[in-house]
């Protein structure tokens, strides 16, 4: 007969027992949840290349695997409050003139009504000074054509250069109605595309106009200007040549990007109040 005393003993053993299995399932279910987030950010890292995890990912999938068990306490996390760049002024600029892109579209590359033997001069007149260029009608007709087109369509009028580069290229890109001075632009077109022209030994010294592009033969109304001797690949239709005005985008320049960055946003909030080309 088990006397009372042993029963106790065996309750008492029976508990432990039930304790440590339920330490040792718990153990085994918390190693399982951490190889299923490692699993996952391995997948993340992957799929993109690192950049996933720094906007926010890793996050996500945390909550997800705290939601599934139920039982996990999430952790606290402080989220970094977003900055905005601050704009500084600029010497030489002043505030935009008050306007809009039209925004017009076109479905086709206008007709030829330039002279290609003629002499053309664009004039690009910024809020942070104005821009003379040479056209070069005999090289690139098609090109001095359309930007004789749009800019007598006032397409130009009030749009922003949005890309300014300063290590190893260096531009300043302008012509999309669509870029604004702090969101990322680079897709805005006339609504038609036309061939590269004047390729062939094609070079980019400083003063160089030349088209930017997103492949052969995509050309539409984005150029851009060169205030620095760089080297590309002959790849980017060249032009015009500044012939006045070239101080100004390199005070531009020398203000750098918005963001710190050697490729962003201009400093300076470059607006053409107006884009005229001239035959002569």
């Not at 695997?65 to 500084?88: C, H």
């Not at 590309?232 to 985008?249: H, R």
Request: net charge neutral; aromatic share 6%.
């Amino acid at each position: 007969m088990v006397s009372s005393e042993q029963r106790r003993r065996q309750l008492a053993r029976d508990k432990y027992e039930r304790q440590m299995e339920r330490r040792a399932a718990a153990e085994a279910a918390r190693k399982r949840r951490n190889t299923i987030v490692s699993a996952s950010l391995a997948v993340v890292v992957l799929a993109g290349g690192g950049t996933l995890i720094a906007t926010g990912a890793f996050s996500s999938d945390d909550k997800a695997d705290t939601k599934a068990s139920n039982t996990a306490q999430a952790a606290p996390t402080t989220a970094a409050e977003p900055t905005t760049p601050t704009r500084k002024p600029v010497e030489g600029c002043a505030a935009p003139a008050p306007g809009a892109p039209n925004g017009k579209q076109w479905q086709a590359e206008p007709a030829m009504t330039i002279d290609p033997s003629g002499s053309y001069t664009m004039t690009l007149d910024s809020n942070c000074g104005k821009v003379t260029v040479a056209l070069d009608a005999a090289k690139a007709p098609h090109t001095v054509n359309s930007f004789a087109f749009l800019a007598g369509e006032q397409y130009f009028d009030h749009t922003k250069c949005h890309r300014l580069t300063t290590d190893g290229i260096f531009v300043l890109q302008c012509g999309d109605p669509t870029a604004s001075a702090t969101v990322p632009g680079g897709t805005g077109g006339p609504g038609y595309k036309f061939a590269d022209e004047n390729l062939t030994g094609a070079t980019y010294p400083a003063g160089t106009v030349a088209m930017a592009n997103s492949g052969p033969g995509t050309n539409g109304s984005q150029f851009f200007l060169v205030y620095k001797d760089t080297k590309l690949p002959p790849n980017y239709t060249p032009f015009g040549k500044v012939t006045g005005g070239l101080d100004a985008v390199q005070k531009i320049a020398a203000a750098g990007t918005l963001e710190g960055s050697p490729d962003g946003h201009p400093m300076a909030d470059v607006t053409f109040n107006s884009v005229t080309v001239a035959k002569g």
